[in-house]
């Protein structure tokens, strides 16, 4: 017969209110028993749209979206600025060039100082404007313009020049001479329009600057602390330049050098070094117990004997 005892759960599952007592007073307390659980009621799963959230996150995006419209109004006003202040600054510039057009022309210091300037406003002296000069001078790169053609035909002389001395000296070099040597085979020629005397390296460097059009055979490269000119097309690689740079401190290399200075395996030192006797850029002196491969600008500068160079 089944168990009519109450519930340990709930004692009294059934209670019953007396009639004196009103659900609706603020008054009325209710106890409810230890073992009754809260959660294991269910209660309805409501949605609640947070308006005050999406009015935040409006009011963010428009402040977003004026800060954008500020900011490129500011650009704007800033280029525009800058760009008022270039234009005054180049006119003062030719004025200036003008002015000193005598000084330009005969001190290659001075000429140096302009052209920096000018770079430093984006200005390329060299560079032409569209096509070949008219009978007015329109269309003819500034140097034409301000001092007459004189000095633009200069530096296209020079570089005609340049190319000369680097077709000549390449079967010694291998087409990498110092920008130095070169100036001192130019000196020794006539360059027209301008004694050979106001030539100084800068100039050589900005007649290099105007063989761009020719690609990248011609080109100013950077070996340790000395500029030299690459009049071929092939580019060094990091091992050819770093026994290039070695190379300047007593003229030569070897590959037990190269090993105990760079810590390169043998293997690695001889490939770098019979890839620039390949290139003609060093020669091997065979009379040593140890070759030795030497820099042919060095060999040329000191007068050294070629006898035992291969």
Known sequence: ???TAPSTRFPNPTPTLPPNVNLTSPLLTFHLHPHFQLHSIPLPRLTYINKVGLAAFDRSRLTSAQYATHGSALRSSQASALETQLSVFRSLLQQFAATHAKDIKSNPTFRAQFARMCAAIGVDPLLASSGHGDSKGKGDSMWAQLLGRTVNDFYFELAVRVVEVCGE?????????????????????????????????????????????LGSAYSV??????????????????????VLEAAQVLGYVSVSMLMDNLRWTRARAQTALEDLVGEGMLWVDKQGIEWEYWSPGFMLEGDLPLEGFD
């Open 1 to 3: 017969m089944p168990s």
């Open 169 to 213: 000296t390449r079967g010694e070099n291998g087409g990498l001479i110092e920008v130095g040597m070169v100036r001192e085979r130019v000196v020794k020629g006539r360059v027209e329009g301008m004694g050979a005397d106001t030539i100084n390296r800068d100039d050589i460097l900005r007649a290099v600057g105007t063989l761009k059009p």
């Open 221 to 242: 490269i950077k070996v340790g602390s000395k500029q030299y000119i690459r009049s071929v097309p092939k580019e060094l690689n990091t091992d050819q330049s770093a």
